[in-house]
C-alpha cells in the first residue's frame, strides 16, 4: 500500500513540476536498468527502481538525484566491485538491500561509499555481505538513518567497518543497526555529529570505534557483545550520555576503552556485564556521572596517567572489582556513588554515608600488580585478606575515597 | 567387598547427620538461586559451599565415622576378608553416600537455573571434592589413635586445603614477582584439590575472561581438553594417594 | 590346632609378648587369664591376626596365620564390648557378616533361638541395650560353626540366665571336639567351664596347665584360690 501512495505522490509531484523528472527503472518499465536511468537523469530527478536483482558493477552517481527502491530491489556488486559510490552533494539512496561488494581490495570498496559529497541521504537501506557498508569520506552534513548493515563475521582483516567515516563533518548517524563488521561505526576526523539510537552488535573488534574527531556526541546508542566493546581514542570534548554498554566479554574487551581523551561528558550510561566496564588511560577532566556499573568484571579501571577527572552519583553493583588502580596518587575525585559493598551507616538520615568509603580491594590491586595472582579469584583465603584490608588499609592508597557515598542507589 | 559397602552405606543413608547434611545443601541450592537476581551469583555462592563445607563436612564426617567404627571394623578383622577389602568397603560406603547426598541436593536446581557445562563441573567437582576429602579423612583417623588427635588433624587438613595453601601461593607471588611465573603457579594448583575445583568452575562462568584478561596461559590450560584431563587426573590421584597411604598403614596395623 | 611359636610383641619400648610359646589342641576350653596388662589381650589379638607380631609365629591346623586370610573362617570371635553400625537392624548385620562367611553351609541357630533374636530382627542396632548386643556377638561367634571359638569377656553384661544358657552351649561345644578359648576377670565364673588355664604375667606365659592338675597341685577347690596360692608360693 504504502509503495503506491509514494508513487502517486511522485506521480503528482512530477506533474506540478515540469523541472524534475522521474525514471522508472524494471522489467516493463522505461529502463531495464540502473546505470542508464541515470544517466538520462537531470539534477533534481528522482529515478525509481522497482522490485528485482540488478548487478551492473559500480554504479556511480555524480548527480544530485534521489534512488528510490520499490518492492526492496537487490542491487548486488558482484564480489568485485563497490556497488554505489556517490560523488555529488544532494543525492539520497533508500529502500535497497545492497549486497556483495569487492572485497578487500585497496581502494576500500564499500555498498555505498560517499565521497566527497555533501547532503547525502541514506535511509532505510539492507546492507548486507559488503566489504565497507557504508563508508563516508569528506562528507559534510550526512544523514545515515534507518539503515540494517550486515556481513558475515570473518577474520578482523577480512571485513571493513560498518559505517565508515573520515575526514566529515556534521553527519547524522541514527537508528541503523549494524552487526557482523570489523567496527560497527567507525570515526576518524569526524566532528561536529551525532550518533543517536545505533545498535551496534557482534561486531568482531569495536562497536563503536572512534579517534581524533571532536565535538561529537553520542546519545542513546546500544553496543552489545562486541569483541572489544567501544573505544574512543585522541579525543576531545565528547558528550556520550544514555548508551548501554554490554555483555562484552572477553580476554581484552571493555565496555568503554578510552584513552587520551579529554573534556569530555560520560553521564547517565549503563554498563553491564562487560570484562572491564570503563577502561581510562592517559583521561583528564571528564565528567563520569549517574552511570551504571553492573555485573562487570572490573567496573573502572583508571590508570596512573588519569587526572582531574570527576565520578559522581555512579551506581556500582555487583562488579567482581568496583574500581582498580595500578597507581598509588590519586589524582581523581570520586563523590556520592552508590557501592553495593558499602556497610556504613548514616545516623542523620540525608542519603550520604557518614563513614568514608574505599573502593579499591586489596586482591584488586594485588591483580594489578601481578596479573597471575587472578589464578587466586574467589579464594577464601583472598575474600579474608579483602575484608582485613577494609578494615585496616595496608596496601591500597588510603585517600583513594568516596568522601560521601550514597547510601542509595541513584538510578535505579 | 560391595557387602561391607552395602552395609555402611545402608548406615550412613539413615545417618541423621548426613540427613541434614543433604537438606541443608537442599535449602542453600535452592535459595542461592531463588535469592540471587542471576544465576551467576547463585552458582559462586554454591562454589563457595563446594570449597568450604563440603570437605570440612567430608572430613570431619570419615574421620568420625571411622573412630566410631572402630569395635566393628575389629569385629569385620576377625572375619575371613582381607582387610583392604575392609578399608577400601568402607571408603566405598562412605563416598559414595557423602557424594551422593552433594549430587542428589544439588542437581535439580543447578540443572534449572544454570548452563548444562556449569552444573556438570559444579556437580563433578562437589562429587571429587568429596571423594577427595574423606579419602584426607582415612588418613587423619589413621594416623592416631586418638579420637580428638585424629579430628584435630582433620581441622589442620581442612585449614590447610581451604585457607593456608592460598596464602602460602600469594607469598610465593610476592616473592617470585620479578619472574615468569604463569607456568609454575599452574603446576602449583595442581598441589591443591579446592584449586583445582575452583579454578575450573571459575572457567565454566564469566569469570572466565578475567582469568583470560590477566594470563592467556590460564586460559589455554584451564579453557582446554587437555586442562581438563590433568585436572580430572589430579583429582583422582588426589583420591587414591590418601587412600592407598591410609590403606598401607591401615593392613600393618594393631587394632 | 594352635601353634604359638616364639611369639613377641612390643609396642615402642614396651614389650608386651616376651617369646611366647604354647599349644593349644581341640576339645579344650582353655581359660586365658591374668592381670591386667599381662598381655592377654594382645595374645589374644594376635591369633585373630588384628594384632601383629614382632617376631615368631602363630600356626593355626599347622598353617601360618600370615598372608593368610582364610584360617579365620575356623573361629568365631566375640568381641568384651560389641558395637555395629547404630543405623542397621539386627537382621542387617547378621546378614552382612553371612556374606562375609559365603563357605559356611551349616549353620549353628541355638544361641539365635534361645536368645529370641528372631522376634528382635527389625531393631536398629543404635537402640539395643548393651547386654542384647553382647547377645547378638555370642550369636554371630557361634552361628558359623567355627572351629575355635574365642570368647573375650563373654559373660560380662549378660544377664545370670543369658550367661547360663551361654556358658551351656560353651560346654557343649566343647564336647563336641571344638577348641574354646575365654579370658575372664571372674575367675569364678570359669571354674565349671574350663579344662586348662593359662596363666599370663608381664607378657609371659607363667604356666599352662589342665584344671585338674592345677587344683591338685595346690589342693585348692576354686580357680580363685589357686591362683593365689601360685602367687604366694613364687
Known amino acids: ?412 | 567387598m560391595s557387602k561391607i559397602g552395602h552395609l555402611v552405606l545402608i548406615d550412613i543413608f539413615k545417618n541423621k547427620i548426613v540427613l541434614i547434611y543433604a537438606i541443608v545443601l537442599l535449602i542453600i541450592t535452592w535459595s542461592v538461586f531463588m535469592l540471587e537476581d542471576t544465576s551467576g551469583k547463585g552458582l559462586l555462592t554454591l562454589l563457595n559451599v563446594v570449597l568450604l563445607v563440603v570437605p570440612l563436612m567430608s572430613l570431619l564426617f570419615s574421620t568420625i565415622y571411622l573412630y566410631n567404627s572402630a569395635e566393628f571394623i575389629e569385629l569385620l578383622v576377625s572375619q575371613p576378608v582381607k582387610r583392604q577389602q575392609i578399608w577400601l568397603s568402607l571408603y566405598f560406603g562412605l563416598s559414595l553416600s557423602l557424594a551422593g547426598a552433594f549430587v542428589v541436593a544439588t542437581i535439580i536446581p543447578l540443572l534449572l537455573f544454570c548452563s548444562l557445562a556449569q552444573a556438570l563441573m559444579m556437580t563433578i567437582t562437589g562429587f571429587a571434592v568429596t571423594l577427595v576429602f574423606i579419602s584426607l579423612g582415612f588418613v587423619a583417623s589413621i594416623v592416631s589413635r586418638d579420637k580428638a588427635k585424629g579430628i584435630g588433624i582433620a581441622i589442620l587438613m581442612w585449614l590447610y586445603f581451604a585457607l593456608l595453601f592460598d596464602g602460602l601461593v600469594l607469598f610465593l607471588l610476592f616473592q617470585f614477582a620479578e619472574y615468569p611465573i604463569e607456568k609454575p603457579m599452574v603446576i602449583l594448583s595442581i598441589f591443591s584439590p579446592l584449586d583445582l575445583a575452583r579454578i575450573n568452575n571459575l572457567m565454566q562462568m564469566d569469570a572466565a575472561a578475567l582469568m583470560g584478561y590477566t594470563g592467556a596461559v590460564f586460559k589455554q590450560y584451564f579453557g582446554s581438553g587437555l586442562g581438563l584431563y590433568i585436572t580430572g587426573f589430579a583429582m583422582l590421584l588426589w583420591v587414591i594417594v590418601p587412600l592407598f597411604i591410609s590403606t598401607r598403614i591401615f593392613k600393618r596395623r594393631d587394632l | 590346632m594352635i601353634k604359638i611359636r616364639k611369639l613377641k610383641k612390643s609396642f615402642g619400648k614396651l614389650e608386651v609378648l616376651k617369646s611366647i610359646d604354647l599349644d593349644l589342641s581341640q576339645s579344650e576350653c582353655i581359660g586365658l587369664i591374668g592381670p591386667n596388662g599381662c598381655g592377654k589381650t594382645t595374645l589374644f589379638k594376635s591369633i585373630l591376626n588384628m594384632v601383629i607380631p614382632t617376631q615368631g609365629e602363630i600356626l593355626v591346623n599347622n598353617k601360618s596365620i600370615y598372608g593368610n586370610d582364610i584360617y579365620r573362617e575356623n573361629i568365631g570371635f566375640m568381641p568384651q564390648i560389641g558395637r555395629y553400625p547404630e543405623n542397621m537392624s539386627i537382621g542387617q548385620v547378621l546378614s552382612t557378616l553371612k556374606s562375609l562367611r559365603p563357605q559356611t553351609k551349616n549353620f549353628d541357630m541355638d544361641l539365635f533361638n534361645q536368645y529370641e533374636i528372631p522376634r528382635l530382627l527389625n531393631k536398629k542396632m543404635g537402640t539395643l541395650s548393651g547386654g542384647t548386643r553382647q547377645k547378638i556377638s555370642a550369636v554371630l561367634a557361634f552361628m558359623f560353626n567355627p572351629a575355635i571359638l574365642m570368647l573375650d569377656e563373654p559373660t560380662a553384661g549378660l544377664d545370670p540366665l543369658s550367661a547360663e544358657i551361654l556358658k551351656d552351649k560353651i560346654q557343649l561345644e566343647k564336647n563336641k571336639g571344638k577348641l574354646v578359648l575365654i579370658t575372664s576377670h571372674l575367675l569364678s565364673e570359669l571354674d565349671d567351664m574350663v579344662s586348662e588355664v593359662i596363666f599370663m604375667q608381664e607378657g609371659n606365659v607363667t604356666f599352662h596347665k589342665k584344671y585338674t592338675t592345677l587344683m591338685l597341685e595346690t589342693k585348692e577347690h576354686t580357680l580363685a584360690k589357686a591362683i593365689t596360692h601360685v602367687l604366694k608360693t613364687t
Not at chain 1, 559510490?85 to 555505498?112: E, M, R
Request: net charge neutral; proline share 2%; hydrophobic share 40%.
Open chain 1, 1 to 412: 500500500m504504502q509503495n503506491i501512495y509514494v508513487l502517486i505522490l511522485f506521480l503528482l509531484f512530477s506533474l506540478s513540476t515540469s523541472a524534475a523528472k522521474v525514471l522508472y527503472v524494471g522489467e516493463k518499465q522505461q529502463f531495464n536498468a540502473i546505470k542508464p536511468a541515470i544517466e538520462s537523469a537531470m539534477d533534481g530527478d528522482s529515478v525509481i527502481v522497482m522490485g528485482g536483482f540488478y548487478k551492473e558493477g559500480n554504479i556511480v552517481i555524480n548527480k544530485s538525484i534521489s534512488l528510490i527502491g520499490v518492492n526492496r530491489p537487490i542491487i548486488d556488486g558482484d564480489r568485485r566491485y563497490e556497488v554505489i559510490t556517490i560523488k555529488k552533494d544532494f543525492v539520497s539512496i533508500s529502500g535497497f538491500k545492497i549486497q556483495h561488494s569487492g572485497y578487500a581490495t585497496l581502494d576500500d570498496p564499500g555498498g555505498i561509499k560517499i565521497n566527497g559529497a555533501n547532503h547525502v541521504t541514506i535511509t532505510n537501506n539492507i546492507l548486507y555481505d559488503n566489504f565497507f557498508g557504508v563508508y563516508i569520506q569528506m562528507g559534510k552534513h550526512c544523514l545515515i538513518k534507518n539503515n540494517k548493515i550486515s556481513a558475515i563475521s570473518k577474520a578482523e582483516q577480512q571485513i571493513g567497518n560498518g559505517i565508515h567515516c573520515w575526514k566529515s563533518d556534521s553527519l547524522q548517524i541514527i537508528g541503523n543497526e549494524i552487526s557482523g563488521h570489523r567496527d560497527g561505526i567507525y570515526f576518524e576526523f569526524v566532528t561536529h555529529s551525532v550518533v543517536w539510537r545505533n545498535l551496534s552488535h557482534d561486531n568482531i573488534r569495536y562497536g563503536l570505534h572512534f579517534m581524533f574527531s571532536n565535538d561529537d556526541s553520542y546519545f542513546t546508542n546500544y553496543f552489545k557483545q562486541n569483541g572489544a566493546g567501544v573505544a574512543v581514542m585522541f579525543t576531545k570534548n565528547v558528550t556520550m550520555m544514555n548508551n548501554t554498554f554490554e555483555d562484552n566479554w572477553g580476554d581484552a574487551a571493555y565496555g568503554l576503552l578510552l584513552k587520551e581523551i579529554s573534556d569530555s561528558n560520560i553521564s547517565g550510561n549503563r554498563f553491564i556485564n562487560n570484562t572491564t566496564g570503563i577502561y581510562m588511560e592517559g583521561t583528564s577532566r571528564i565528567w563520569l556521572d549517574k552511570n551504571l556499573f553492573r555485573e562487570n568484571g572490573w567496573g573502572i579501571k583508571i590508570m596512573a596517567s588519569c587526572m582531574d577527572n570527576s565520578l559522581r552519583k555512579n551506581d556500582f553493583y555487583s562488579n567482581s572489582f568496583d574500581v582498580s588502580t595500578n597507581g598509588n596518587v590519586v589524582l581523581n575525585h570520586f563523590e556520592g556513588n552508590y557501592w553495593d559493598r558499602y556497610h556504613g551507616y548514616d545516623l542523620n538520615k540525608d542519603g550520604i554515608g557518614d563513614v568514608t568509603y574505599h573502593p579499591l580491594s586489596m586482591f584488586g590491586v594485588v591483580v594489578e600488580k601481578m596479573p597471575s595472582a587472578m589464578l587466586l579469584h574467589r579464594s577464601f583465603f583472598i575474600t579474608l585478606l579483602d575484608n582485613s584490608e577494609k578494615v585496616l588499609p595496608s596496601l591500597t592508597p588510603s585517600n583513594f575515597e568516596d568522601k560521601f557515598p550514597s547510601i542509595k542507589p541513584s538510578l535505579i
